[in-house]
């Protein structure tokens, strides 16, 4: 089979208000969730073919190291106990589980070669997910759209436990610039063409972070929980949201790394008040001593966490190219991370 490549997910603004704004189904007073993402340059590029008893994974990960080939017979049962193991592959077994409750099929051959950082906020779990999911309709010869894509591999993914939103799957979009709106079970997704080339610096921080606790603790504020701090984070992830994307969608229209820069340091001050408190994997401390270095200040306009924050990734709006380049060697050389260009090119997809 052709190989494919699905590429990650870095959300530049609105973190979490996918699954916030979810809970309008019951809540209408609860905000609209929006978000501004783009694709990475950094993904999985995939290989797959049938098999009728099994879905067997390997994948080779950015390190050099290589694991599986894990198998899972391929039945409901089996597949949905998998993805509910926590295991590394539990995210494919979920997904497969989905295609399966769905579609008449067997199992499957993926090989994964990955690029991408794993547990970093990139959405490495919705990559494979959205990646299994392609590699069915490829072999089964499934007529899935991009819509049915990122549905199925989000129902896989919630499979596993996962209290995630439909934001990461939009890694099934490729590298493109979009705004997701979330209404409830409504999802409405809108190109953002860039007006000039902005320059982006994705950081990895080489931390690790419990996302699902994140996801945990912050649902748990919602959709009324009582109390300040429950308060704060619903206005952060509502209506302050609101207001910062629609800026920066508006900076990224109009090619502007300043306006851009400026409202990254905004939403960043707005989460550490007000969403940060209500979980302690929040407290990021590598994360905020990469916002605080001053080569931040001198070489971008503006920074912030990445995905669900904590000590994942950090982002950083560089003034122009050079700056960046010159960034990332002071971030290696003084903090030991590492570092990946982001590129949203003038009157193109990212």
């Known amino acids: ?84 193991s926590a295991d590394f592959f539990s995210y494919v077994a979920g997904a497969a589980a989905e295609v399966m409750a769905r579609h008449v099929v067997g199992g499957l051959r993926l090989r994964v070669v990955s690029d991408l950082p794993v547990r970093k906020g990139l959405s490495s779990s919705a990559a494979i997910s959205v990646a299994t999911v392609r590699a069915y309709a490829r072999v089964y010869g499934l007529d899935l759209g991009v819509r049915e894509e990122m549905e199925i591999a989000y129902r896989g993914e919630r499979r596993t436990g996962s209290e995630c939103g439909r934001m990461d799957q939009a890694c099934a979009h490729g590298r493109t610039v979009s705004r997701l709106t979330f209404d409830g079970d409504a999802l409405e997704v809108a190109p953002v063409v860039p007006g000039g080339v902005l320059h982006l610096l994705i950081v990895d921080l080489r931390r690790a972070k419990d996302t699902r606790r994140i996801l945990a603790d912050l649902n748990a504020c919602f959709p009324d929980a009582p109390g300040r701090r429950a308060a704060a984070v619903r206005h952060a992830l509502g209506a302050a949201n609101l207001a910062v994307t629609a800026r920066a969608a508006a900076a990224i229209a109009g090619g502007d790394a300043v306006a851009l820069g400026a409202c990254m340091t905004e939403a960043q001050h707005r989460f550490d008040a007000d969403v940060a408190p209500a979980c302690s994997e929040l407290e990021a401390p590598a994360l905020h001593a990469l916002l605080a270095h001053p080569a931040v200040a001198e070489l971008g306009t503006g920074a912030k966490g990445v995905g669900s924050q904590g000590d994942g990734c950090g982002q950083i709006v560089a003034r122009d190219a050079e700056a960046r380049e010159a960034l990332a060697a002071r971030l290696v050389a003084d903090l030991g991370v590492r570092t990946y260009g982001l590129t949203l090119f003038a009157g193109s997809d990212a």
């Open 1 to 84: 089979m052709t190989p494919f490549f699905v590429p990650g997910r870095l959300c530049l603004f609105g973190e979490h208000s996918d699954w916030a704004g979810g809970y309008r189904r019951t809540h209408p007073e609860i905000a609209r969730g929006v978000c501004l993402v783009a694709g990475t340059d950094q993904g999985l590029t995939a290989r797959a073919e049938a098999d009728p008893a099994v879905v067997e994974i390997t994948s080779h990960l950015p390190s050099g190291e290589e694991i599986g080939p894990a198998r899972i017979a391929a039945t409901p049962g089996e597949l949905d106990a998998a993805a509910r």
